[in-house]
T-cell receptor, first 114, second 115 residues
Framework: QKEVEQDPGPLSVPEGAIVSLNCTYS??????FMWYRQYSRKGPELLMYTYSSGNKEDGRFTAQVDKSSKYISLFIRDSQPSDSATYLC??????????????FGAGTQVVVTP | DTGVSQDPRHKITKRGQNVTFRCDPI?????LYWYRQTLGQGPEFLTYFQNEAQLEKSRLLSDRFSAERPKGSFSTLEIQRTEQGDSAMYLC?????????????FGPGTRLTVL
């Protein structure tokens, strides 16, 4: 079983809809949670960075972390065709010897249709 | 452009050849990471440096792989005796370790094809 599980999609939504993405994880040591956006054949781009449980909002993006359920979410409001990409969740354990290792999900492909 | 840069962007090689990739991190960042990504998967951690010290290596990094970061600036990743299974996107990321933050910023990647 992978430490981080993410539905690969594809997830197709009409323009203007809310995109809802999520990941589950098995290791309770994860403390820092990130969402990256990756366009085809490009490097991942950091969207959101959160620590521990709670919500964080940045423009059209909202990230939620529920450590009790080992579940994180990303919501994209008023989706645009330019949001079509693969969205990767990633997380890091907090111990000093694990600071470097980002653990990624497989990524969810999102398609926003005009 | 002040982001992470990687060179080359694409590399095609024959099985058994050696290849070397370069990564230039964001200038003030003290941490540098290498990841490998295959089609349909998220990036997998390979190794990371703090300044010039290599602090952690994944078991994915076989003895054919070696990474260096001389003087704590740019880094190189060398693959010796390439195999077809080495075909992947090799991603470099950098971060500035300050307190509890560790936001990693990625470069565009080097896409390796081994024939």
């Amino acid at each position: 079983q992978k430490e981080v599980e993410q539905d690969p999609g594809p997830l197709s939504v009409p323009e203007g809809a809310i995109v809802s993405l999520n990941c589950t994880y098995s290791n309770s040591a994860f403390q820092y949670f990130m969402w990256y956006r990756q366009y085809s054949r490009k490097g991942p781009e950091l969207l959101m960075y959160t620590y521990s449980s709670g919500n964080k909002e940045d423009g059209r993006f909202t990230a939620q972390v529920d450590k009790s359920s080992k579940y994180i979410s990303l919501f994209i409001r008023d989706s645009q065709p330019s949001d079509s990409a693969t969205y990767l969740c990633a997380m890091i354990r907090g111990e000093a010897d694990s600071w470097g290792k980002l653990q990624f999900g497989a990524g969810t492909q999102v398609v926003v249709t005009p | 452009d002040t982001g992470v840069s990687q060179d080359p962007r694409h590399k095609i090689t024959k099985r058994g050849q050696n290849v070397t990739f370069r990564c230039d991190p964001i200038s003030e960042h003290n941490r540098l990471y290498w990841y490998r990504q295959t089609l349909g998967q998220g990036p997998e951690f390979l190794t990371y440096f703090q300044n010039e010290a290599q602090l952690e290596k994944s078991r994915l990094l076989s003895d054919r792989f070696s990474a260096e970061r001389p003087k704590g600036s740019f880094s190189t990743l060398e693959i010796q005796r390439t195999e077809q299974g080495d075909s992947a996107m090799y991603l470099c990321a950098s971060s500035l370790r300050l307190g509890t933050t560790n936001e990693q910023f990625f470069g565009p990647g080097t896409r390796l094809t081994v024939l």
